[in-house]
């Protein structure tokens, strides 16, 4: 299986959020890597990763930081991919790196999610990948499917709470 889908990450703190990301991709039978970079621990690996990326067939790049996150943003400085930053909550309430990661100077976007928004993150990476995949995007669309039926089922659940008041 070749990756299309890059999950990158500062550091492995930040590996249980990304799981979200990791496994919605599982679940739509993406093909992904999952590496950690750092922007300022590693830069010379992140210039390597990023300039290869497209290269290697990578179609969508993750990349997930907290504190001075620059790595997305380094990232979407050395590949034309698309970079979906993943601001990760560890100072600040997740502040610190949620601006740092959304705020690009014009011409170096980085699309960025919520704070530990690692889901969302592979939910637009696979709607990205679903424009030229049709396989893809018949999951995706099962997908969306799928939250519809959370909120019918939350409404019946919601029936059976009774207050003097309630009405419905
Ligand atoms: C960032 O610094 C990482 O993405 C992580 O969110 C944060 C803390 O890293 P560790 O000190 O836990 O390795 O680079």
């Known amino acids: 299986m070749k990756p299309v ?6 550091s ?3 590996l249980p959020v ?5 496994a919605l991709l599982d679940e739509l039978e993406i093909p992904f890597e999952m590496l950690a970079l750092s ?3 590693t830069p ?4 390597d990763f990023a300039a290869g990326a497209a290269g290697r067939g990578i179609r969508v790049i993750i990349a997930a930081a907290g504190m001075a996150a620059h790595l997305g943003g380094v990232i979407a400085a050395l590949t034309t991919l698309p970079v979906i930053g993943v601001p990760i909550r560890s100072s600040f309430d997740g502040l610190d790196s949620l601006l740092s990661i959304v705020q690009m100077p014009p011409g170096i976007p980085v699309a960025t999610v919520g704070v530990n928004g690692a889901l969302n993150a592979a939910v637009l990476a ?3 990948l679903a424009l030229s995949d049709e396989r893809i995007a018949g999951r995706v669309a099962e997908y969306k499917a799928s939250l519809t039926q959370k909120i019918v089922k939350a409404n019946a659940d919601l029936k059976s709470v009774s207050y003097k008041y309630k009405t419905n």
């Open 12 to 14: 492995t703190s930040d």
């Open 5 to 10: 889908v890059s999950i990158i990450m500062g």
């Open 126 to 128: 696979s709607q990205i």
């Open 44 to 47: 010379r690996e992140v210039e």
């Open 18 to 22: 990304m799981e979200k990301a990791a």
């Open 39 to 41: 922007a300022h621990r």
